[in-house]
């Protein structure tokens, strides 16, 4: 059907059957990745942990103060996020030239795609998500997060559509997090 789509897991605070708190606690240094999410005014708007895992990454993001609705999120091939359009955090990561974008998109081979983030009508979200795409550390013949230059996991305006080149529709860059 969408072999894509279900290389993820979108588990919402609440909804999960079970913890992943141990798993948290248990993560060392080297095994997890971390990162201060800032909006376009430079102020924090929460946080970002990416944490190895089987064959990808564990993401769990923590948000505040964005615009309520569904937001389209993405890896991007640069540790930079410089306030207020984060133009220097780059383009999505990407193992593959030239680039196709899509979760949904059969040829797609985008490997900084990943779903879209809901967040509350309080301007909140907090969600843990899945990704087979990446791996902390390049394994697998996947990008790495702490590849030599970093990663930065940005939230766009928009939800993404899946579809669309080149970031589905997702428009503007509304907040960041350098990974480290």
């Given at each position: 059907?969408?072999?894509?789509?279900?290389?993820?897991?979108?588990?919402?605070?609440?909804?999960?059957?079970?913890?992943?708190?141990?798993?948290?606690?248990?993560?060392?240094?080297?095994?997890?990745?971390?990162?201060?999410?800032?909006?376009?005014?430079?102020?924090?708007?929460?946080?970002?942990?990416?944490?190895?895992?089987?064959?990808?990454?564990?993401?769990r993001i923590t948000a505040q103060g964005l615009t309520p609705g569904w937001h389209g999120i993405h890896?991007?091939?640069?540790?930079?996020?410089?306030?207020?359009?984060?133009?220097?955090?780059?383009?999505?990561?990407?193992?593959?030239?030239?680039?196709?974008?899509?979760?949904?998109?059969?040829?797609?081979?985008?490997?900084?795609?990943?779903?879209?983030?809901?967040?509350?009508?309080?301007?909140?979200?907090?969600?843990?998500?899945?990704?087979?795409?990446?791996?902390?550390?390049?394994?697998?013949?996947?990008?790495?997060?702490?590849?030599?230059?970093?990663?930065?996991?940005?939230?766009?305006?928009?939800?993404?559509?899946?579809?669309?080149?080149?970031?589905?529709?997702?428009?503007?860059?509304?907040?960041?997090?350098?990974?480290?």
């Amino acid at each position: 059907m969408f072999p894509r789509i279900r290389q993820f897991a979108l588990l919402a605070c609440g909804v999960a059957a079970f913890s992943t708190s141990g798993l948290y606690a248990r993560a060392h240094a080297a095994d997890t990745a971390t990162g201060n999410l800032l909006g376009t005014d430079s102020a924090p708007h929460g946080n970002v942990q990416v944490t190895a895992a089987p064959h990808g990454v564990l993401l769990r993001i923590t948000a505040q103060g964005l615009t309520p609705g569904w937001h389209g999120i993405h890896f991007h091939e640069k540790g930079s996020c410089e306030a207020p359009k984060f133009t220097s955090a780059g383009a999505h990561v990407h193992a593959t030239t030239p680039v196709v974008h899509g979760l949904l998109n059969a040829d797609a081979n985008d490997a900084g795609d990943l779903p879209n983030l809901f967040v509350g009508r309080d301007g909140k979200a907090t969600v843990e998500m899945y990704s087979t795409l990446m791996t902390l550390n390049g394994t697998d013949g996947h990008p790495a997060v702490l590849d030599a230059d970093g990663t930065s996991l940005v939230i766009h305006a928009k939800p993404d559509d899946y579809h669309s080149q080149p970031i589905g529709g997702a428009g503007d860059r509304v907040a960041c997090a350098v990974l480290r």
